[in-house]
């Protein structure tokens, strides 16, 4: 996974609540065996016109939005479906951090297994920052994980919350299955203290 | 001190907890199908790892494949076949078990669980699919997890999580004619929001759960995500135990003893704490049927398309007028008049017997619409076999509904059964966002029953003016 300490890019303005993970890659294309070259699906229902062609009205298809490596959104974002699909395609379509008021848990917990941030903020700092979003290509906004703030163009700083473990693994880039690996004896302790105390569950 | 369902089963299976309070959480069954297992295979591979315990994994192919006739020569998309070939694949390579293909046991990864006895109360239990909170009816803590999440569950099993919040949803009283498990779940939803249960865990509780069969709990139970709980879940019962014993999988001799003495001890303690509770009464749920592209967005077949000036405030009317655009609706316009094209009975959701059953007890006599296409998809082999056992096949069939082959089918629009743009479906699947049956198409969820009335009416039509004609058998 890719570390995520600092980030200061456009971001893209999505202002609608309930974004679902449909939405974000439909599942007509989840048929992929890789991980990678999901990002030209990205949204692609709302993207792309019937016959294929972009459509202009969307914010990923105007510049400079197509750069954006933040996107803003409202309530919700990532309901519907687990598909590790959604991070995916936002990743592989160069976007690296997600702010909204609130996330879906399990698109939540694939964020943080990709490296792609999501910064829980309250509705009235996303309007702010899809405002300041919409000012169009000299407008950054950055991301500081370390520090744990968003800031605005004008300067100004707001605090975001985040686990202390997500946090730590994220900043380094660490994948979780080596951490837990480092347990292995008390798995082994709980499966054999399981095996004595329920032995239907390994009668299969 | 007094502890939920949730908190017994959660603390059972606590291996370790981290010092900023994640858990490290045993894992009892672990749940495979095509899509969401490809990319985690992979990362095995690349890092030289195996799968901890196989004997707790199963695999089953259901998402990609054609529901007809075709399933027999060769799945035709090469992208799908791809994808099935690959999990076939892993499945030798990781020594995984995997039900095959034409096995009479293939289906729905939700509906074979519970029905091969594999889902059992009291156990932790995950699946790259969202609608794992199916087996929660068992009384399990069962949740959907992503692709790096199975990874880690196939290496470890176990995976790091964060306690969950209780929520109680309580729903007293008798259901009325006409109304189903389906239709709880749908007006639970209405009620809490679709971002209702983030952060929770569900307890379903009341006379009128109490009451539902396994099947309804499990349509219940499944519906759970959709309110934003990753879990939901019934405390095990007389019920639950009932339908254990009927499994192949329920544990033997003296096994079935000590399971049964450890169940009866997990139904929440008197006291428990919940977080958060909701009461509903159930005499006054009617038969409900989402309108919109959200399944919050929910009524009684009695109700008319909502106006979005009546809107609280601007952002909803912004979203209301995108809905009522996109579904081709007019505000005022009674539910009950929208003509429907496809009629799709089946899903994770409500594939179960019971579920065709309570179809085919409304369609027993009676004749599909003109115009209309009306398919049947049972949730796995065992369920089409009793089906057909019971003659319910010859039913639907001779009332002019397609029999097809057991597969997640038009619930999600990545197999061949699809809406076209600007079809309307009545469906009993469980999602009704934008496009999900299908690019442009338009889905009303509703139960089984009332999926079989639309049939017959050719338009959303109320169940209970169309009682059943004969019984069954």
């Known amino acids: 996974m890719r570390a995520f300490t600092t980030l200061t890019a456009i971001a893209a303005p999505l202002p609608l609540a309930n974004v679902d993970t449909d939405k974000i890659i439909p599942a007509r294309f989840l048929k992929s065996i890789s991980r990678a070259g999901f990002g030209k699906h ?15 009205d969307f914010v990923l298809n105007k510049e400079p939005y197509r750069k954006a490596k933040i996107l803003i959104a409202f309530e919700n974002f990532g309901c519907g479906s687990s598909r590790e699909h959604a991070p995916w395609a936002l990743l592989d379509f160069g976007i690296r951090c997600v702010i909204a008021p609130d996330f879906a848990d399990i698109f939540n917990n694939n964020c943080f297994k990709n490296g792609v941030l ?62 837990t690996m480092q347990h292995a004896a008390r798995i082994d302790d709980y499966e054999a203290k399981q095996k004595a105390s329920q032995p239907w569950l390994v009668q299969a | ?41 992979d990362g ?57 293909l034409l096995d009479e046991r293939q289906g729905i990864v939700h509906v074979i669980g519970p029905e091969l ?91 009128a759960i109490r009451a539902l069969d396994m099947a309804g709990r499990m349509t219940v139970c499944n519906m ?83 106006n979005p000036e009546d809107a609280p405030n601007e952002t909803r009317r912004a979203q209301l007028q995108r809905m009522v655009e996109y579904m081709g609706l007019q505000p005022g316009q009674r539910l009950q008049d929208l003509p429907v094209d496809v009629v799709f009975i089946g899903s994770c959701t409500n594939s179960r017997i019971e579920d065709i059953r309570a179809a085919a007890a409304i369609a027993k006599g009676r004749h599909v619409a003109d115009g209309v296409r009306a398919m049947v998809v049972p949730g796995s082999g065992l369920v089409k076999l009793q089906a057909e056992r019971e003659g319910l096949d010859s039913i639907l069939r001779e009332a002019g509904f397609e029999w097809r082959e057991p597969g997640c089918s038009m ?32 889905t009303h969820l509703l139960s089984p029953a009332m999926a079989a009335a639309a049939a017959l009416a050719g338009h959303l039509a109320d169940v209970r003016d169309y009682q059943p004609k004969e019984a069954l058998s």
């Open chain 2, 411 to 442: 619930c999600l629009g990545m197999n061949p059964d699809k809406l076209k743009p600007g079809q309307r479906s009545a469906s009993t699947s469980n999602r009704n966002f934008e496009g999900r049956q299908g690019p442009g198409g338009r």
């Open chain 2, 44 to 100: 095995l591979r690349a890092a030289g790892r195996g799968i901890r315990r196989p004997e707790a994994t199963l695999g089953v192919i259901d998402h990609n494949i054609a529901t007809d006739a075709s399933r027999y020569t060769g799945i035709v998309d090469p992208e799908s076949a791809l994808q099935v070939a690959t999990l076939e694949r892993n499945a030798v390579e990781f020594g995984m078990p995997l039900i095959p």
């Open chain 2, 224 to 306: 759970t995500i959709e309110g934003g709980a990753r879990a939901g879940m019934v405390a095990p019962d007389q019920t639950t135990f009932d339908y254990i014993a009927r499994t192949p999988g329920a544990p033997k001799g003296a096994n079935w003893e000590s399971a049964l003495a450890w169940w009866r001890t997990l139904p929440s303690d008197e006291g428990a704490i919940f977080d958060k509770i909701v009461t509903l009464a159930a005499n006054e749920i009617a038969p409900q049927v989402t309108w919109g592209t959200s399944p919050e967005d929910v009524l009684p077949i009695t109700g008319i398309v909502p």
């Open chain 2, 117 to 207: 006895g594999r889902s059992l109360p009291g156990m932790t239990i995950v699946c790259g699919d969202s609608h794992t909170s199916t087996h929660g009816a068992m009384g399990a803590l069962a949740f959907g997890i992503g692709t790096s999440e199975v990874e880690h569950v196939l290496a470890t099993q176990t995976l790091l999580q964060r306690p969950a919040k209780n929520m109680r949803v309580q729903v007293d009283g008798n259901l009325a004619f006409g109304c189903s498990g389906k239709d709880i779940v749908l007006a639970v939803i209405g009620k809490i929001g679709t971002a209702g249960g983030t952060g929770h865990v569900i307890e379903y509780a009341g006379d």
């Open chain 2, 1 to 41: 001190m007094p502890k939920t369902l949730f908190d017994k089963i959660w603390d059972a299976h606590v291996v370790e907890t981290l010092p900023d309070g994640t858990a490290l959480l045993y894992i009892d069954l672990h749940l495979t199908h095509e899509v969401t297992t490809p990319q985690a295979f």
């Open chain 1, 42 to 56: 990205l949204f692609a229902n709302a993207r792309f016109n019937e016959d294929g062609s972009e459509n202009p």
């Open chain 1, 118 to 179: 999501p910064v829980r903020l309250p509705r009235e700092v996303c309007e702010q920052l899809i405002e300041d979003a919409q000012l169009g290509g000299n407008a950054r906004i950055t991301v500081d994980l370390e520090r744990q703030v968003v800031i605005r163009p004008n300067g100004e700083e707001h605090h975001f919350p985040v686990d202390t473990l997500r946090k730590h693994l994220m900043l380094n880039g660490l994948d979780d299955i080596g951490q």
